[in-house]
Each structure stands twice: as structure tokens, then as C-alpha cells.
């Protein structure tokens, strides 16, 4: 995987950010979600850096990126902290401005870069999520029931950590396997780095803090920027899998349109991987996107 790709450990504010990039053109960042790495790239990445710089990188907390200690209000693991670490990459990296491509938590984080840093990005686009404050704002029996996960890993340490810990391979398996399209078909070497990533403790702790962070402190700074009317500004591709809940649960870009100024999209046929079930899809939509 990544062939051709040059590996980077780079020192963000005292975090280690781990990435690879290639190609060349106008660069792009892109997000994964949980419980993965940038791994889950590996088929969108190298066909975008036929025409564009891309970079790949792992969240704090995930993968081989460095994991910060715990605060008690969670802000270690903002979506805040998370978007400065990924802003210090790029620059660390020569790029001043940049489309970024996020998934799930990636996502999350992208909508949060849009918004702190709104200089920085060219375009971007995210995949299949509603926004943070919207899913809290509507949380109902099919909700709490899909996205059980949510609730589970935002507990106070350290249940979920112990529970977790128990069966790592055995929980992540299992969530990509209730999350994905009846049809889909993971990578075993793909899955194999997820299960090394995600067995480490500390992956575990950090990542309930990402989602402890979201039912918090994320939330705090999601009804500021409402408050004072704060948006996204640049052009937005909001992607969705059909088969998947947000796909089945919200009006999707009617939603996004409540928060940014310049929405497309539309939805393709997978569950909620896109770039895993579906690359060719996923490729074609994000390169008609980035090339506008």
C-alpha cells in the first residue's frame, strides 16, 4: 500500500503527526475516520496524486500519530486541537492552502478546519456525516440504536477503555461490519493495520476521548460559531453512503445547507466506507470536485 508515497513523523505543537505524501499539483488533505487510519485511503490516494499533491495523515490519537494525555474537559481530543494539528502539518509541509477530504471523525475535523482556519482551505468535502450538533439536536430510538457507539465511548473513563480492551480485533470487525453495505468487502491487509493500531491501549483511551470531546467541549464551540453565525465558506462536497443511516435518516444536503453557504452532493451506493466499498465512486466524485 502507499507505493511511491514518502512517509513523514512530524512534530506538531509537541504531538507527532504521522503522513504520507505524493503526487504533484494543487495539494489536498485527506481525513480518515474511526476506528481506521489513513490506510483507508489506500485506493483513493494514489489514483488523486495523479493530479494533485496529496497528503494522508492519522488523527491524533489514531494510527501511528502521537496520543496527548487526557484533559478533564476533553479538549485534548477537540475537533479543535485536532484541525490546528493537521493546519501545522501542511504548513510544516510547504502548503499554504488546500482542499481537504474528510470521513467520519476526519470529517468532523474538516468541518472544524473550515471554520477556525477558513483562510487555509480551498474546498472541501465530507463524508457521510451530519453535522455534530445537528446529530445531538435529533437523537432518537434509531439513533441511539445505530449509533450506540456514540453514547458508549463518550462514558467516563474508563469503561468503554476496559471493555474495549477486552477484544479490540473482535469490536473493530465488528463495527466495520455493522456499519458497511450488506455487499462489502474490507481489505484483510487493510483490516490487519486496523486491528495493530486499534489494540493499543492508548488508541483505545484516545479514541473515547475524540468522542468525549464531541458530546462536550466540541459541542461548546459548535453553538458559539451558530450563535455568531459563522459558516462554511468555501465550496462544499457533502458525499453519503445510500445504504447507510445518514443516508436513510437525513435530508442530507438540506441539512449541510444550514451551515454552509455553498453545498453539492449527492449519495452513492455503499454503506457508510465510501472510500473502502465504493473507490471508484468515491474517486470520480472527488475528482470532478477538486478539479472545479
Not at 49 to 72: E, I, M, N, Q, W
Not at 102 to 109: E, K, S
Request: charged fraction near 25%; hydrophobic fraction near 40%; include cysteine.
Amino acid at each position: 500500500m502507499f507505493t511511491n508515497f514518502t512517509t513523514h513523523e512530524i512534530d506538531i505543537d509537541g504531538v507527532r503527526i504521522h503522513a504520507r505524501t505524493s503526487g504533484e499539483g494543487s495539494p489536498v488533505l485527506l481525513l480518515h475516520g474511526y476506528p481506521q487510519t489513513h490506510v483507508m485511503w489506500r485506493d483513493v490516494a494514489p489514483a488523486l496524486a495523479k493530479s494533485h499533491t496529496v497528503v494522508v495523515s492519522d488523527l491524533r490519537g489514531y494510527g501511528d500519530s502521537g496520543k496527548p494525555a487526557s484533559d478533564t474537559d476533553h479538549s485534548s481530543y477537540s475537533k479543535r486541537a485536532m484541525a490546528a494539528d493537521q493546519v501545522g502539518l501542511m504548513t510544516a509541509l510547504g502548503y499554504d492552502r488546500f482542499a481537504i477530504v474528510g470521513h467520519d471523525r476526519g470529517a468532523r475535523v474538516a468541518h472544524r478546519l473550515c471554520l477556525d482556519h477558513s483562510d487555509r482551505v480551498e474546498r472541501a468535502a465530507v463524508l457521510d456525516i451530519a453535522p455534530t450538533r445537528h446529530v445531538f439536536a435529533n437523537v432518537d430510538r434509531a439513533l441511539a440504536t445505530v449509533y450506540d457507539h456514540w453514547f458508549f465511548l463518550a462514558e467516563e473513563p474508563d469503561l468503554p477503555e476496559v471493555l474495549i480492551g477486552g477484544a479490540p480485533e473482535y469490536f473493530l470487525r465488528r463495527k466495520l461490519d455493522q456499519w458497511s453495505g450488506p455487499d462489502a468487502v474490507f481489505d484483510e491487509a487493510a483490516v490487519s493495520e486496523y486491528v495493530r493500531c486499534f489494540s493499543d491501549p492508548e488508541t483505545i483511551r484516545a479514541s473515547c476521548e475524540d468522542y468525549r470531546a464531541a458530546a462536550s467541549v466540541d459541542l461548546e464551540h459548535d453553538e458559539i460559531d451558530a450563535a455568531a453565525g459563522r459558516r462554511i465558506t468555501c465550496p462544499l462536497l457533502v458525499l453519503w453512503g445510500a445504504q447507510g443511516f445518514v443516508g436513510t435518516r437525513y435530508d442530507v444536503l438540506e441539512v449541510w445547507r444550514r451551515y454552509a453557504d455553498d453545498v453539492r452532493g449527492h449519495s452513492v451506493d455503499s454503506g457508510h466506507f465510501l472510500p473502502e466499498e465504493v473507490p471508484s465512486q468515491t474517486i470520480d466524485a472527488l475528482r470532478g470536485f477538486l478539479s472545479n
